[in-house]
């Protein structure tokens, strides 16, 4: 077991640096695409694995200098070629890999304030994107008997994964801060709640449509309602002043009950490039200001909120 909480193991690979090609775009909301990633620069033994739920890749978008100064072609750039052409570096969970298309898949938060989050908004096929790493897989530990996953938009990917890739006969609560008028549905495209209540039957998912301070108490909830026995884990990942209360929570409430707490600032507001340094990096993410509406909440299967 890996010293830091739920991880059971880290593997480290050497940077590689990638240009990577646009195959397709998949709306899953108004401000949130998935793009599909392929190219001849893609290595077929990119380093996917089970459970590495948040691992991580840096990118780029290549102005029209790097694509004139660098050739297309497996080995063509490096790290340090992107790092020397000072591009705006962010960084993405690794949301799949399409083993059949061979096509990586990454899940972007729309913008129009610039950078790779308004390249996303208008991305389309043919478009070239940079892509570096993952640095390591963490490998995350499946063997817990509950766990309360919390994010906001740039941790849905990561949420999704846990909900993919964790047995399907443990308790888990999923809580998503996520405003605006396509929330539920935002949501629903991205853990296919749809699909949930056979495979999963013991899961739930919140959706907090309010603001912070109510994300945090239905944490508090997720957390007071876990069996009384068993191993429980807490993963949260978002806005660096949500996790701040987050922590401040758990460090009240104590972990004495066996849960284990891994918390992860993802982004901060006003604050591009923003890195925290406890886990994965920065994200390109902005704040939506759609209507606030009250808590709405959906449960799949036989766990359902409140109880």
């Known amino acids: 077991m890996h010293n830091r909480p739920g991880v059971k193991e880290r593997i480290p690979y050497q940077p590689r640096a990638r240009r990577l090609v646009v195959t397709q775009v998949d709306d899953l909301s108004d401000t949130i695409h998935r793009i599909h990633l392929g190219g001849p620069e893609l290595e077929p033994e990119f380093p996917f694995i089970r459970m590495g739920v948040a691992d991580h890749v840096k990118v780029a978008v290549p102005d029209a200098a790097f694509e004139s100064s660098n050739d297309s072609g497996a080995g063509a750039i490096s790290p340090d070629s992107i790092r020397g052409a000072k591009l ?3 960084t993405y969970t690794v949301r799949g890999m399409d083993a059949e298309r ?3 898949l990454l899940d972007f938060v ?3 304030q610039g950078g790779v989050g308004n390249w996303a908004q208008h991305a389309s096929a043919g478009d070239h994107l940079l892509v570096m790493g993952p640095r390591g897989n963490t490998v995350y530990d499946d063997g817990y008997d509950a766990y309360v996953v919390a994010v906001d938009a740039t941790g849905l990917p990561a949420a999704a994964r846990w909900l993919e890739e964790t047995p399907p006969e443990c308790h888990m609560e999923i809580i998503v801060l996520l405003t605006g008028p396509q929330a539920e549905a935002t949501v629903d495209a991205e853990l296919h709640l749809g699909n949930t209540n056979d495979d999963r039957p013991y899961v ?8 912070s301070e109510d994300f945090v108490r239905h944490i508090k909830h997720a957390i007071d309602s876990l069996p009384g026995k068993g191993r429980s884990l807490l993963w949260a990942a978002g806005e660096a002043k949500q996790i701040a209360a987050i922590r401040s929570l758990t460090a009240a409430s104590g972990t004495d009950d066996g849960l284990e707490v891994s918390l992860h600032g993802y982004w901060k507001e006003g604050q591009l490039g923003y890195h925290e340094g406890h886990g994965a990096q920065a994200r390109d993410a902005s704040t939506d200001s759609g ?3 009250p808590v709405q909440w959906r449960s799949t299967g036989k766990a359902t909120a409140g109880k």
């Open 204 to 211: 739930s998912v919140r959706i907090v449509t309010s603001d």
């Open 291 to 293: 209507d606030r509406a």
């Open 102 to 104: 061979h096509e990586l």
């Open 88 to 90: 705006a570096l962010r």
């Open 110 to 112: 729309c913008h129009p």
